[in-house]
């Protein structure tokens, strides 16, 4: 357990922090699960409508952190060819 002031704050800190990442991850992973149900359906303006929210959340969580940039990147190009592959 922490003894001092400031590791006292710094655990407060820190459960702060992963309650906030946690929400981002949620909003990351929910936006994943909209984009690939989308494809899944085969509807490709549905999913062009998605993709546009979905490139914004991961490049908000992305822009904090809570993800490396180039994780975020990458989903964005797979996702992107996997639409323009749509009929």
Do not use: P
């Not at 006292?8 to 949620?26: C, E, F, M, P, S």
């Amino acid at each position: 357990m922490a003894n001092t002031k400031s590791a006292k704050k710094k655990t407060r800190v820190i459960l702060r922090r992963a309650a906030i990442n946690r929400v981002r991850l949620g909003k990351y992973r929910g936006a994943i699960k909209s984009i690939e149900n989308a494809i899944q359906s085969g509807k490709k303006s549905e999913a062009l409508k998605i993709f546009n929210s979905f490139q914004s959340v991961l490049m908000k969580v992305s822009k904090k952190g809570s993800i490396k940039r180039q994780t975020a990147s990458r989903k964005i190009s797979r996702i992107a060819k996997k639409i323009s592959a749509m009929k």
